[in-house]
Every structure is written in structure tokens, then in C-alpha cells.
């Protein structure tokens, strides 16, 4: 599923600017950091409600290619920023976690487990 | 190839700077991207627990040929069980840093899974040394 179809179908807002459109083939959903660390797959979509900096040094370790915040929760500017740095892109959804992930699967992204 | 970091108790915002320097360094000395991930995860987990759970911590990194080995030493409370502390879902974690997303009980688990050898010397009120070794050809 590529970034501009998640953009669509989950009225996500990009908070990180310009991205590259690239298609995202697998998905996880955890708000526990270890569980993300251990078993999300690599250039995957992180469908979380952790909005703090820490999930982006998470993300970053794992490759992660794409944080999408569910229930709308908001991040503060310094996660942006460093979300920015390292080249993740972060959308916010209104939808909660389990519509997000529905819609995601739906559309063809699935979840390897690693 | 050697570094060393200084861990601080508590700082989650400065929590993963190590492993992300690492995997930095890692990537362009262009080791394959399987051995990068579990010195990622294994060093993230070792450094997480200095800041959640001890006071201040030294990170040691190293690479030898074929070898990268990595010892986390911390002034701490130490851990009194230690095979408990291995066992999925253990945590102590206080429900400040539960809030963050850490305290699964999964973080030594993930190391033991990602490293070729772990050795875990602990002593009650004083602290904990971590040391494990990833092999690569
Ligand atoms: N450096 C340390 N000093 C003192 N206690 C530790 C240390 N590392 C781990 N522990 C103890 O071992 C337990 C299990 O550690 P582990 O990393 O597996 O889980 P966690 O840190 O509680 O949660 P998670 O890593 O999933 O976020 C901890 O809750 C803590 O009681
Ligand atoms: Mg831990």
C-alpha cells in the first residue's frame, strides 16, 4: 500500500513533510517498545499511540518506514524534528489502532512476523 | 573500532543514542543488514535497562574480526533474580516508564535471542554488568 493511498483511505496527516511515496508491504501494532524492538518487520508501517521521541529512536533501529499515531494523538515538535532527521515519516490518524490496522490489511499490507 | 557511552539513569530522552551511533557506524562499514539489527536491538535493550531501571551506566563497544562485543556496566540496584528477570513478561518497570511503552519484560529476552553469547554478573544494591558477542563472517 503506498504512503498516498494510507493518506486517503485513513485521512492521515503527515506531520514530517515531503516524503518518498514508497509502498509499504508489512505492518505491526504494539505500544510496547520491546515487543516493536523484537518482532516488528523491517520497512514496515508502526501503528502505535506512542507519540514520544523514543518510538522514533525505535523506528530508526528497526527500519521502520512509517509511525502512524492512532486516536489522533499528537507528538511534540522535538519527536517531529528528530522523526525528520532520521528520514521516518509520522502521519496521524483519527481512526484507533484496530480500524487502522483493519484498513492496512484490506488493502494488502500484511504482517510478517520476525 | 572501539566506543564508549555514557548511560544516564533516568534520561529517557537521551535513551538509545548508543545503539543509534552503532548502527550508524555499523552501516557504513557495510556489515550485513541481519547482523546490524541484532546489535541494534541487543544494544538498545541493554541501554534502556541502565535508564530505566539503574542509576548511571558505561557502554562499551567493540569490533574484532569477526566479532562485535558489547559490555553495558551500571551502578544500580542490581537484579536478585536473574533467570526470573529472563522470563518473558517479567518486569519491575514503575508504571512512569510502563506509560512510555517500556515494560514488557521482553527486553532481556530479545538480547538473548539476538547474541551469539550473554554473560549477566549482578550483585545486589550495587549494580549489573552485561556483556554479550554477536559473530559475523
Ligand atoms: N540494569 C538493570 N539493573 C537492575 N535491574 C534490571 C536491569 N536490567 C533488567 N533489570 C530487571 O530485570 C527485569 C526484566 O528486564 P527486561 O529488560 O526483560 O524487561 P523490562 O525492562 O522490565 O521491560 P522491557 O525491556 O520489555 O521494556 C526488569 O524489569 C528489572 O527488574
Ligand atoms: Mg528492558
Known amino acids: ?114 | 573500532m572501539d566506543r564508549k557511552y555514557i548511560i544516564e539513569g533516568g534520561n529517557f530522552s537521551e535513551a538509545g543514542f548508543a545503539s543509534s551511533d552503532v548502527k550508524k557506524l555499523l552501516k557504513k562499514l557495510g556489515l550485513p543488514t541481519n547482523i546490524i539489527k541484532k546489535v541494534a536491538i541487543a544494544m538498545y535493550e541493554a541501554e534502556i535497562n541502565v535508564v530505566a531501571h539503574a542509576y548511571r551506566g558505561e557502554m562499551e563497544f567493540k569490533i574484532v574480526p569477526g566479532q562485535i562485543r558489547v559490555t553495558v556496566q551500571d551502578e544500580g540496584p542490581g537484579i536478585p533474580d536473574v533467570e526470573l528477570a529472563f522470563t518473558e513478561g517479567f518486569s519491575t518497570a514503575s508504571s512512569k516508564v510502563r506509560e512510555m511503552g517500556f515494560g514488557a519484560g521482553m527486553g532481556l529476552p530479545n538480547i538473548k535471542r539476538n547474541t551469539d553469547e550473554i554473560s549477566l554478573h549482578t550483585e545486589v544494591e550495587k549494580g549489573t554488568k552485561l556483556s554479550f558477542i554477536i559473530n559475523f563472517t
Open chain 1, 1 to 114: 500500500m503506498k504512503i498516498s493511498e494510507m493518506i486517503e483511505k485513513l485521512n492521515l496527516k503527515i506531520l514530517t513533510g515531503d516524503f518518498e511515496d514508497c509502498d509499504v508491504k508489512f505492518g505491526y501494532v504494539s505500544d510496547m517498545l520491546s515487543d516493536v524492538m523484537g518482532h516488528a518487520p523491517s520497512e514496515s508501517a508502526l501503528i502505535t499511540i506512542l507519540a514520544h521521541e523514543n518510538v522514533i529512536a525505535v523506528a530508526m533501529l528497526r527500519d521502520i518506514s512509517i509511525i502512524i499515531l492512532a486516536n489522533n494523538r499528537m507528538p511534540d515538535k522535538k519527536t517531529i524534528e528528530k522523526s525528520c532527521d532520521e528520514n521516518i515519516i509520522i502521519g496521524v490518524t483519527q481512526l484507533s489502532a484496530f480500524e487502522t490496522a483493519g484498513i492496512l490489511y484490506n488493502n494488502g499490507v500484511s504482517g510478517k512476523y520476525e
